[in-house]
């Protein structure tokens, strides 16, 4: 298989994995990668605002891009370590397990604009039964977070390759 | 999050409040203030806000969206309409999956007021108030500016 293939069997797969959920689609969350690191964007849409007169958008849904983009960042991992290790039924989406948030603590840094807004996830330590991460949201300037998240997340038992 | 609500006529005041919030409006959320000076919030079951297909749950994000939003209003209650808040943070504690097919509710209260900050806490259930689907404890920052002139 050529690089390009495995490239879009790879793009495919991610489009699977984070398309397939109602709720991304509703807030208009979609992702693109830079090899194993996702970034989150959620387009903007006037039903996100919370509070019209400033306008804003509503801190529940800042949150709700923070908890999707730490969740989909480690499904991703486990995908990207199951198709590195030649598993097929990674790339069909097979076997998925998803990690359960147990807490999620949301700092409010800066009043989200009526525009996109980007979303990054670090992986601090992804244990046998719990992963800690941190999130961070942006609009147009990366060095200004408007919201950053650090949760636990419990992993699925999924079976390993 | 920030509230608008007048309280001699709390249910129509929170209702026009309502309809200007796009977010809320988008996910049919109610908001009913009790007599305790707590706020009741909910949002019906809605195919849009499942987060997994294969299960038919309501997305974390939507539970996170009603704990916000019934804290913000409950600080905003208790301060009588005379200033809105913004959430400085939340944590939310999630201890199960809500049931498919029944509206989650969130009963939220503003449990503190110091001069700049409001401290709220709110559980988020579907069914069964003593079996939560989710705690949420935030601290939010009074703004000096109040919606009346």
């Given at each position: 298989?050529?690089?390009?293939?495995?490239?879009?069997r790879?793009?495919?797969?991610?489009?699977?994995?984070t398309?397939?959920?109602p709720?991304?689609?509703?807030?208009?969350?979609?992702?693109?990668?830079?090899?194993?690191?996702?970034?989150?964007?959620m387009a903007?849409?006037?039903h996100?605002?919370?509070?019209?007169?400033?306008?804003?958008l509503?801190?529940?849904?800042?949150?709700?891009?923070?908890?999707?983009?730490?969740?989909?960042?480690?499904?991703?991992?486990?995908?990207?370590?199951?198709?590195?290790?030649?598993?097929?039924?990674?790339?069909?989406?097979?076997?998925?397990?998803?990690?359960?948030?147990?807490?999620?603590?949301?700092?409010y840094?800066?009043?989200?604009?009526?525009?996109?807004?980007?979303a990054?996830?670090?992986?601090?330590?992804?244990?046998?039964?719990?992963?800690?991460?941190?999130?961070?949201?942006w609009?147009?300037?990366?060095?200004?977070?408007?919201?950053?998240?650090?949760?636990?997340?419990l992993m699925?038992?999924?079976?390993?390759? | 999050?920030?509230?608008?609500?007048?309280?001699?006529?709390?249910?129509?005041?929170?209702e026009?409040?309502?309809?200007?919030?796009?977010?809320?409006?988008?996910?049919?959320?109610t908001?009913e203030?009790?007599?305790?000076?707590?706020?009741l919030?909910?949002?019906?079951y809605?195919?849009?806000?499942?987060?997994?297909?294969?299960?038919?749950?309501?997305?974390?994000?939507?539970?996170?969206?009603?704990?916000d939003?019934g804290?913000?209003?409950?600080?905003?209650?208790?301060?009588?309409?005379?200033?809105?808040?913004?959430?400085?943070?939340?944590?939310?504690?999630?201890?199960?999956?809500?049931?498919?097919?029944h509206a989650?509710?969130?009963?939220c209260?503003?449990?503190?007021?110091?001069?700049?900050?409001?401290?709220?806490?709110?559980v988020?259930?579907?069914?069964?108030?003593?079996?939560?689907?989710a705690t949420?404890?935030?601290?939010?920052?009074?703004t000096?500016t109040?919606?009346?002139?």
């Open positions: 298989m050529t690089g390009d293939e495995e490239k879009a790879r793009d495919a797969a991610l489009e699977r994995l398309l397939t959920s709720y991304h689609r509703f807030i208009g969350v979609s992702f693109t990668r830079m090899g194993d690191e996702l970034t989150a964007r903007y849409s006037g996100l605002i919370g509070n019209p007169t400033i306008p804003a509503h801190g529940g849904v800042t949150g709700a891009l923070l908890e999707i983009t730490a969740l989909m960042q480690l499904a991703w991992d486990d995908l990207w370590r199951r198709m590195e290790a030649g598993d097929a039924e990674a790339y069909e989406g097979k076997s998925v397990g998803m990690p359960k948030t147990i807490d999620l603590t949301i700092d840094l800066r009043s989200g604009r009526p525009r996109d807004c980007w990054r996830a670090t992986v601090q330590k992804a244990g046998r039964r719990v992963a800690n991460v941190r999130v961070e949201a609009q147009e300037t990366r060095s200004r977070p408007i919201a950053a998240a650090h949760g636990h997340f699925p038992d999924a079976p390993r390759p | 999050m920030a509230s608008e609500i007048e309280p001699e006529k709390p249910g129509r005041r929170l026009q409040a309502l309809a200007a919030f796009p977010h809320a409006q988008a996910i049919g959320m908001l203030p009790q007599p305790d000076g707590r706020l919030v909910g949002a019906p809605d195919e849009r806000l499942i987060g997994d297909p294969a299960t038919g749950v309501i997305h974390g994000g939507v539970v996170t969206t009603l704990l939003t804290c913000g209003v409950a600080a905003g209650l208790k301060l009588k309409g005379k200033a809105w808040v913004a959430t400085l943070d939340l944590r939310i504690d999630y201890m199960r999956p809500s049931k498919p097919g989650i509710k969130a009963r209260e503003c449990y503190r007021l110091t001069r700049s900050v409001a401290f709220c806490r709110g988020a259930f579907d069914d069964d108030e003593a079996d939560p689907v949420a404890a935030g601290a939010f920052m009074i000096n109040g919606w009346k002139e």
